[in-house]
Protein backbone atom coordinates (compact mmCIF):
# COMPACT_ATOMS: atom_id res chain seq x y z
CA UNK A 1 0.00 0.00 0.00
CA UNK A 2 1.46 3.17 -1.16
CA UNK A 3 -0.81 5.57 0.19
CA UNK A 4 0.66 8.00 3.39
CA UNK A 5 -0.94 7.33 6.10
CA UNK A 6 -0.04 11.35 7.52
CA UNK A 7 -2.47 13.56 5.29
CA UNK A 8 -0.76 15.74 3.34
CA UNK A 9 -2.52 18.97 3.92
CA UNK A 10 -4.17 18.94 7.14
CA UNK A 11 -6.94 20.62 6.84
CA UNK A 12 -7.70 20.04 11.34
CA UNK A 13 -5.26 19.52 13.56
CA UNK A 14 -6.10 18.19 17.48
CA UNK A 15 -2.90 17.89 19.70
CA UNK A 16 -3.17 16.85 22.79
CA UNK A 17 -7.00 17.12 23.26
CA UNK A 18 -8.16 15.51 26.64
CA UNK A 19 -12.49 16.28 27.02
CA UNK A 20 -14.32 16.08 30.60
CA UNK A 21 -17.43 15.48 31.78
CA UNK A 22 -17.39 16.92 34.92
CA UNK A 23 -14.94 15.12 36.86
CA UNK A 24 -14.94 12.35 34.47
CA UNK A 25 -12.68 12.15 31.70
CA UNK A 26 -14.53 10.86 28.07
CA UNK A 27 -11.85 11.74 25.83
CA UNK A 28 -7.70 11.28 27.01
CA UNK A 29 -4.51 12.89 24.48
CA UNK A 30 -6.07 12.01 21.27
CA UNK A 31 -3.80 13.66 18.47
CA UNK A 32 -5.33 13.57 14.64
CA UNK A 33 -5.54 15.44 11.44
CA UNK A 34 -7.76 15.40 9.32
CA UNK A 35 -7.29 15.86 5.23
CA UNK A 36 -9.79 17.37 2.41
CA UNK A 37 -8.07 14.27 -0.08
CA UNK A 38 -9.70 11.19 2.61
CA UNK A 39 -13.01 10.25 4.38
CA UNK A 40 -12.25 9.57 8.01
CA UNK A 41 -14.65 7.27 9.96
CA UNK A 42 -14.47 7.36 13.54
CA UNK A 43 -14.97 3.66 15.16
CA UNK A 44 -15.11 2.49 18.09
CA UNK A 45 -17.24 0.24 20.90
CA UNK A 46 -20.23 2.19 22.11
CA UNK A 47 -19.32 4.99 24.94
CA UNK A 48 -16.06 4.91 23.52
CA UNK A 49 -15.58 8.58 23.33
CA UNK A 50 -16.51 9.48 19.15
CA UNK A 51 -19.16 11.40 19.49
CA UNK A 52 -17.57 13.26 22.23
CA UNK A 53 -14.13 13.75 19.95
CA UNK A 54 -16.30 14.80 17.26
CA UNK A 55 -17.94 17.24 19.04
CA UNK A 56 -14.91 18.66 19.79
CA UNK A 57 -13.96 19.88 16.07
CA UNK A 58 -16.59 22.26 15.56
CA UNK A 59 -17.11 23.08 19.55
CA UNK A 60 -20.46 21.42 19.73
CA UNK A 61 -19.31 20.50 23.72
CA UNK A 62 -19.61 24.04 23.89
CA UNK A 63 -23.71 23.54 24.26
CA UNK A 64 -22.68 20.68 27.25
CA UNK A 65 -22.87 22.45 30.49
CA UNK A 66 -20.39 20.37 32.64
CA UNK A 67 -18.12 19.70 29.78
CA UNK A 68 -14.59 20.69 28.92
CA UNK A 69 -11.88 20.76 26.50
CA UNK A 70 -8.20 20.53 26.96
CA UNK A 71 -5.39 20.81 24.14
CA UNK A 72 -5.56 22.08 20.67
CA UNK A 73 -7.43 22.06 17.83
CA UNK A 74 -6.82 23.80 14.70
CA UNK A 75 -8.72 24.49 11.81
CA UNK A 76 -5.87 25.91 8.93
CA UNK A 77 -3.26 26.53 11.79
CA UNK A 78 -5.92 28.76 13.65
CA UNK A 79 -6.70 27.68 16.96
CA UNK A 80 -10.88 27.20 16.99
CA UNK A 81 -11.09 27.58 20.90
CA UNK A 82 -8.98 30.84 20.77
CA UNK A 83 -11.31 33.85 22.50
CA UNK A 84 -11.83 35.71 19.07
CA UNK A 85 -12.89 32.64 17.27
CA UNK A 86 -16.58 33.58 16.36
CA UNK A 87 -18.47 30.32 17.43
CA UNK A 88 -21.12 30.99 15.12
CA UNK A 89 -19.08 31.49 11.75
CA UNK A 90 -16.81 27.94 13.27
CA UNK A 91 -20.05 25.82 13.01
CA UNK A 92 -20.70 27.25 9.40
CA UNK A 93 -16.97 26.51 8.44
CA UNK A 94 -17.44 22.60 10.00
CA UNK A 95 -21.15 21.83 9.72
CA UNK A 96 -22.60 18.48 11.22
CA UNK A 97 -25.22 16.34 10.23
CA UNK A 98 -26.73 14.14 13.15
CA UNK A 99 -27.39 10.67 14.11
CA UNK A 100 -31.30 12.00 13.79
CA UNK A 101 -32.53 14.28 10.77
CA UNK A 102 -33.55 17.21 12.27
CA UNK A 103 -35.13 19.29 9.50
CA UNK A 104 -36.62 22.85 10.56
CA UNK A 105 -40.13 22.84 10.50
CA UNK A 106 -39.82 24.71 7.77
CA UNK A 107 -40.39 24.30 4.00
CA UNK A 108 -37.75 23.02 1.89
CA UNK A 109 -36.64 25.69 0.17
CA UNK A 110 -36.36 27.72 3.76
CA UNK A 111 -34.13 24.65 5.45
CA UNK A 112 -31.82 25.43 3.06
CA UNK A 113 -32.25 29.07 2.10
CA UNK A 114 -31.53 30.28 6.29
CA UNK A 115 -28.25 29.34 6.84
CA UNK A 116 -27.39 31.58 3.31
CA UNK A 117 -29.43 34.18 4.59
CA UNK A 118 -28.18 34.99 7.87
CA UNK A 119 -24.19 34.66 7.14
CA UNK A 120 -25.28 37.24 4.15
CA UNK A 121 -24.14 34.88 1.64
CA UNK A 122 -26.32 35.83 -1.25
CA UNK A 123 -27.45 39.89 -2.70
CA UNK A 124 -30.20 38.64 -4.61
CA UNK A 125 -33.47 36.43 -4.16
CA UNK A 126 -32.01 35.13 -7.74
CA UNK A 127 -28.59 34.52 -5.89
CA UNK A 128 -30.32 33.04 -3.02
CA UNK A 129 -32.11 30.48 -5.33
CA UNK A 130 -29.26 29.67 -7.32
CA UNK A 131 -27.37 28.68 -3.86
CA UNK A 132 -30.18 26.32 -2.46
CA UNK A 133 -30.35 24.34 -5.74
CA UNK A 134 -26.91 23.76 -6.00
CA UNK A 135 -26.74 22.57 -2.35
CA UNK A 136 -29.50 20.39 -2.97
CA UNK A 137 -28.05 18.89 -6.38
CA UNK A 138 -24.55 18.17 -4.39
CA UNK A 139 -27.04 16.70 -1.54
CA UNK A 140 -28.16 14.23 -4.29
CA UNK A 141 -31.92 15.55 -3.49
CA UNK A 142 -33.14 18.25 -6.18
CA UNK A 143 -34.94 16.02 -8.94
CA UNK A 144 -36.80 14.47 -6.07
CA UNK A 145 -37.65 17.91 -4.33
CA UNK A 146 -37.84 20.74 -7.31
CA UNK A 147 -41.22 20.86 -7.98
CA UNK A 148 -42.36 21.16 -4.14
CA UNK A 149 -39.91 23.39 -2.53
CA UNK A 150 -42.44 25.06 -0.54
CA UNK A 151 -43.61 21.94 0.96
CA UNK A 152 -42.28 20.91 4.53
CA UNK A 153 -39.06 19.31 5.16
CA UNK A 154 -40.46 17.35 7.73
CA UNK A 155 -42.92 15.33 5.25
CA UNK A 156 -40.16 14.18 3.53
CA UNK A 157 -38.95 10.75 4.11
CA UNK A 158 -35.98 10.31 6.65
CA UNK A 159 -33.40 9.70 4.04
CA UNK A 160 -35.24 12.53 2.09
CA UNK A 161 -34.89 14.51 5.36
CA UNK A 162 -31.40 13.55 6.43
CA UNK A 163 -30.11 14.44 2.45
CA UNK A 164 -31.93 17.86 3.12
CA UNK A 165 -29.64 18.41 6.43
CA UNK A 166 -26.69 17.79 4.17
CA UNK A 167 -27.83 20.38 1.87
CA UNK A 168 -28.53 22.61 5.16
CA UNK A 169 -24.64 21.97 6.10
CA UNK A 170 -23.36 22.50 2.63
CA UNK A 171 -25.21 25.70 1.89
CA UNK A 172 -23.41 28.08 3.75
CA UNK A 173 -19.84 26.76 2.15
CA UNK A 174 -18.49 24.88 4.74
CA UNK A 175 -14.72 23.23 5.12
CA UNK A 176 -15.52 19.99 6.78
CA UNK A 177 -18.70 18.08 7.11
CA UNK A 178 -19.03 16.09 10.58
CA UNK A 179 -21.23 13.66 10.11
CA UNK A 180 -22.19 11.45 13.72
CA UNK A 181 -23.75 8.38 12.77
CA UNK A 182 -25.75 10.20 9.69
CA UNK A 183 -27.18 6.62 8.44
CA UNK A 184 -27.94 4.52 11.63
CA UNK A 185 -31.46 5.61 11.53
CA UNK A 186 -31.95 4.77 7.94
CA UNK A 187 -33.29 2.05 6.16
CA UNK A 188 -30.67 0.09 3.62
CA UNK A 189 -31.34 1.65 0.65
CA UNK A 190 -31.69 5.54 2.24
CA UNK A 191 -28.11 4.32 3.80
CA UNK A 192 -26.36 3.43 0.54
CA UNK A 193 -27.37 6.85 -1.00
CA UNK A 194 -25.96 8.45 2.01
CA UNK A 195 -22.91 6.42 1.62
CA UNK A 196 -22.84 7.51 -2.15
CA UNK A 197 -23.34 11.27 -1.58
CA UNK A 198 -20.38 10.52 1.12
CA UNK A 199 -18.26 9.24 -2.05
CA UNK A 200 -19.28 12.67 -3.77
CA UNK A 201 -18.66 15.27 -1.69
CA UNK A 202 -14.89 13.55 -1.21
CA UNK A 203 -12.30 16.02 -2.16
CA UNK A 204 -15.23 19.23 -1.84
CA UNK A 205 -15.12 18.62 2.21
CA UNK A 206 -13.18 17.38 4.59
CA UNK A 207 -15.15 14.92 5.88
CA UNK A 208 -15.30 13.01 9.24
CA UNK A 209 -17.62 10.30 9.78
CA UNK A 210 -18.83 8.19 12.92
CA UNK A 211 -20.11 5.23 12.99
CA UNK A 212 -21.21 1.97 14.71
CA UNK A 213 -21.02 -0.25 11.46
CA UNK A 214 -17.40 -1.45 10.39
CA UNK A 215 -18.68 -2.12 7.04
CA UNK A 216 -19.52 1.66 6.90
CA UNK A 217 -16.50 2.60 7.36
CA UNK A 218 -14.93 0.31 5.11
CA UNK A 219 -16.97 1.82 2.31
CA UNK A 220 -17.17 5.30 2.96
CA UNK A 221 -13.56 6.12 4.48
CA UNK A 222 -9.89 6.02 3.30
CA UNK A 223 -8.64 6.68 6.60
CA UNK A 224 -9.87 5.09 10.20
CA UNK A 225 -9.36 5.85 13.42
CA UNK A 226 -10.62 3.83 16.37
CA UNK A 227 -11.14 4.60 19.91
CA UNK A 228 -11.38 2.63 23.01
CA UNK A 229 -12.21 4.14 26.66
CA UNK A 230 -11.57 7.42 25.24
CA UNK A 231 -8.32 6.66 23.71
CA UNK A 232 -7.32 6.66 20.10
CA UNK A 233 -5.48 2.91 20.19
CA UNK A 234 -5.36 3.42 15.92
CA UNK A 235 -5.80 5.71 13.26
CA UNK A 236 -4.37 5.03 9.21
CA UNK A 237 -5.13 3.84 5.82
CA UNK A 238 -8.55 2.40 6.36
CA UNK A 239 -7.71 -1.33 4.13
CA UNK A 240 -4.70 -1.37 6.16
CA UNK A 241 -6.31 -0.95 10.06
CA UNK A 242 -8.77 -3.20 8.66
CA UNK A 243 -7.14 -6.09 7.04
CA UNK A 244 -3.88 -6.03 8.95
CA UNK A 245 -4.25 -3.91 12.52
CA UNK A 246 -1.43 -3.16 14.27
CA UNK A 247 -2.81 -2.85 17.68
CA UNK A 248 -4.23 -5.88 19.59
CA UNK A 249 -7.47 -4.09 20.86
CA UNK A 250 -7.70 -3.21 17.02
CA UNK A 251 -7.44 -6.43 16.17
CA UNK A 252 -10.19 -7.60 18.87
CA UNK A 253 -12.43 -5.29 18.17
CA UNK A 254 -12.49 -6.10 14.32
CA UNK A 255 -12.92 -9.21 14.83
CA UNK A 256 -15.82 -8.80 17.08
CA UNK A 257 -13.99 -9.78 20.26
CA UNK A 258 -16.18 -6.74 22.04
CA UNK A 259 -19.01 -4.31 20.67
N1 LIG B 1 -23.36 15.03 28.36
C1 LIG B 1 -22.64 14.09 29.00
N2 LIG B 1 -22.45 14.16 30.33
C2 LIG B 1 -21.72 13.21 30.98
N3 LIG B 1 -21.11 12.16 30.37
C3 LIG B 1 -21.26 12.06 29.04
C4 LIG B 1 -22.03 13.01 28.27
N4 LIG B 1 -21.98 12.62 26.98
C5 LIG B 1 -21.23 11.50 26.93
N5 LIG B 1 -20.80 11.16 28.15
C6 LIG B 1 -19.94 10.01 28.51
O1 LIG B 1 -18.72 10.13 27.79
C7 LIG B 1 -18.31 8.86 27.30
C8 LIG B 1 -18.18 8.93 25.79
O2 LIG B 1 -19.48 9.08 25.21
P1 LIG B 1 -19.72 9.28 23.65
O3 LIG B 1 -21.18 9.46 23.44
O4 LIG B 1 -18.81 10.30 23.14
O5 LIG B 1 -19.26 7.86 23.08
P2 LIG B 1 -19.54 7.19 21.69
O6 LIG B 1 -18.35 6.39 21.38
O7 LIG B 1 -19.96 8.21 20.71
O8 LIG B 1 -20.75 6.24 22.06
P3 LIG B 1 -21.99 5.77 21.19
O9 LIG B 1 -21.40 5.03 20.05
O10 LIG B 1 -22.76 4.90 22.15
O11 LIG B 1 -22.73 7.01 20.79
C9 LIG B 1 -19.34 7.86 27.78
O12 LIG B 1 -18.86 7.28 28.96
C10 LIG B 1 -20.55 8.70 28.06
O13 LIG B 1 -21.34 8.14 29.06
Redesign the pocket.
Known amino acids: MSEPTTPTRPKMTARDVSVF ?2 A ?1 Q ?1 IRNVSIDVDMENVTAFI ?10 LRTLNRMNDT ?1 G ?2 RVEGRIALDGEDIYAPEMDVVQLRARVGMVFQKPNPFPKSIFENVAYGPRIHGLSRSKSELEGIVEQSLRRAGLWDEVKDRLSDSGTALSGGQQQRLCIARAIAVDPEVILMD ?1 PASALDPIATAKIEELIHELRGRYAIVI ?1 T ?1 NMQQAARVSQRTAF ?1 HL ?1 ELIEYGVTSELFTNPRQERTKDYITGRYG
Open positions: YGKAGPSGCGKSTFINAEVHFG
